[in-house]
């Protein structure tokens, strides 16, 4: 089984490369933003109206949409 980056990749690329924004799913949670980088494998710096910054571990993201 590939593992949670390899899984979201294509939409972090897209939501970068496109400015198109993603929701997050964390913990019954969900956090929307365009993706500024990716920070390794291990997490991704989105930003959002509210927020200029937030970092996301991507093991602790559950699901991910694509506006």
């Known amino acids: 089984m590939e593992n ?3 899984t979201f990749k294509e939409l972090f690329e897209t939501s970068q490369n496109e ?3 993603l929701t997050f799913y964390l913990n019954g949670q969900t956090v ?3 993706v500024t980088k990716t ?9 959002n109206q509210m927020f200029s910054r937030i970092i996301l571990i991507i093991d602790e993201i559950d699901g991910i ?3």
């Open 4 to 6: 949670k980056f390899e």
């Open 19 to 21: 400015k198109r924004g």
């Open 32 to 34: 929307a933003g365009i």
């Open 39 to 47: 920070i390794g494998t291990e997490a991704v710096e989105v930003r």
């Open 65 to 67: 949409a694509i506006s």
